[in-house]
């Protein structure tokens, strides 16, 4: 594997060591970001900074890097894969202090990032959609954080699989919140709906850039609670994430979504975040 940034410095992965005691490890005490790399250039760079911003204010942790410093560090890190589609992931945990829940006073934290190509959903997963169920939503109550914490996260993700599904809808008081690992779009008719920024869900870079090419091409979109019943009537679902972007569901708990095919609303939303990524990567929007 190439190298990765560990507090200052490039290193190989089996040379980068942190601490038993870094708090990341001792109590998932820490925040995260994953951000693609298309065409050799940081996708939505601000708005992730941003959202890591926000990360380490609600953690009350200082960000350790000014935007032109991450900058640098990305661009280091995405030279090893040359021109591919990549991802890059980074974490501040808030470092290393002898084991004690309150904050420790001086504590410096632990930044680590790496780099490695994109992987694609398979094809099949675009043209044919994808399985889901619903779960209840066992999370807490600040999923807007993008922490490292992802305990629940992985146990209903992994319920998921284990019932043959490729994602957990997450749901709570008969609310559709969120996927284990991606926002959630319904589309009825031809209107889209995807659950409202709060608490209980993480503002997804991918949501914000869809709800923005919806009205930029003037298409019906609304950001306000989905229920379950509207989950279980939609024409269409999908999931969207930075590295799965937009995804058909065509069952859900084992019933057919719409015509169980992906839908026309798919095809023409998905032409269009081609089409605007076609156009980040010549530089001809930010
Ligand atoms: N919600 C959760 C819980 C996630 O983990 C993710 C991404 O990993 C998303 C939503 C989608 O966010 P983004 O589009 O910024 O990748």
Known sequence: MSQVYLDGKFLPPEQARVSVFDRGFIFGDGVYEVIPV???RLFRLPHHLARLEASLAAIRLRNPHTAEEWKSIF?????EHGTKDQSIYLQVTRGVAPRDHAFPPNAVPTVFAYAQPLKYPPAEQLTLGVTAVTTVDIRWQRCDIKAIALLANALLRQQAIEQGAVEAILVRDSVVTEGAASNIFVVSGD????????PYILPGITR????????????????KPVGIEVL????????????????????VDGRTVGTGKPGPMHARM???YKQYKQAFIQGKVE
């Open 38 to 40: 298309f065409g050799g």
């Open 75 to 79: 661009t280091r890190l995405m030279a």
């Open 191 to 198: 209107r889209l709906v995807t659950p409202p920024k709060g």
């Open 208 to 223: 914000d850039l869809v709800v923005e090419i919806a009205r930029a091409n003037k298409i019906a979109c609304e950001e």
């Open 232 to 251: 279980r009537t939609a024409d269409e679902v999908w999931l969207t994430s930075s590295t799965k972007e937009i995804l058909p569901i065509t069952r």
């Open 270 to 272: 998905f032409a269009l």
